[in-house]
């Protein structure tokens, strides 16, 4: 049986009109799944039984289902949630005095195998659906309110997997979680996260996208970027650099570029000179993530003093620069960390 979720809504009023029903009944039924997350056909209360009988004998809801959720000191939780093929993808929520962030997957693995990362460790398995990645942001948005008593305030799609190589599937779940037939969020508080798919980045540009765009950039010297992102031999920094400006042309969006520090190997000031210079070909703010060490990997997180001078770097060229402390370590739910361990 379909899983309604996966559903456009054209097809849901071809469907009750096919019953005789009319096509309004669509609308009310897209709230009930999308908006007010309802996944049971008997609570749609609004709906005549005969449509809602309709409903539970043509339909599902067999998206993903909480599998673990672990918690780290700091406050930071870590789901795995399984799909109905029994894989499992994760999702974190990091709380902080004035946000909730959930940071979701979607892929379950990763083709890209970037060096320093647990999830590039593991076999592909498969792109996560629109009504999955769905899923993980209703479900986390619940648990928030649970946990810390108030809801999501951003999302970013910096899980497992890499978003581009899921284009259409990401697409769609963002128009849910923005659109108020949705949860309504506010497009500029979600982020989506790329290695550097240059052909996926000239397709948001086309499609002129609202949301926030982030580039794992990590190192700003191509040679240094080939031996840790596999990704960048195809898309390497000039081809990647000629995409960000297209985005930005396209859609005014100031571009946020995560970098993590890796002890010996991106955080000389001569690594920060070379980043500041990639940084120059538009607007933009930057991210420096302290590195995760990840069993299995050979890099290493940078030393306090390397650290501080490469932000006082940046920020003797007036970048704007944010330094984002681990969080969720003890339960694998840091950056680069999440691989499903537990499953
Ligand atoms: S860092 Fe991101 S793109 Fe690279 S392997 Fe990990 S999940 Fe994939």
Redesign the pocket.
Known sequence: MRNIRQLEEKEITEFVVNLGEKPFRARQITEWVWKNSVLDFDKMGNLPATLRKALVENFSFSGLKLNQEQISKDGTRKYGFAGVDGLIVEGVLIPSRDRVTACISSQIG?P???T??A??KLSPRRDLLSGEIFDQVSLLQEYSHSAYGRGLSNLVFMG???PLLNYENVLRAIHFITSPLGMGMSPGRVTLST?GITGGIKRLAKDKVKFELAI?LHTANNEKRNTI?P?NKNNPLPALSEAITQFHSATGTRITYEYLLMRDFNDSLEDAQEFAKFCRITPCKVNLIEYNEVEGTEQKKSLPDRMQAFVDFLESKNMIVNVRRSRGEDIDAAC?QLAGSHS
């Open positions: 990763c890209l195998k970037c320093f990362c999830t590039g497992m997997g890499e290695a794992s992102m990704v680069g």
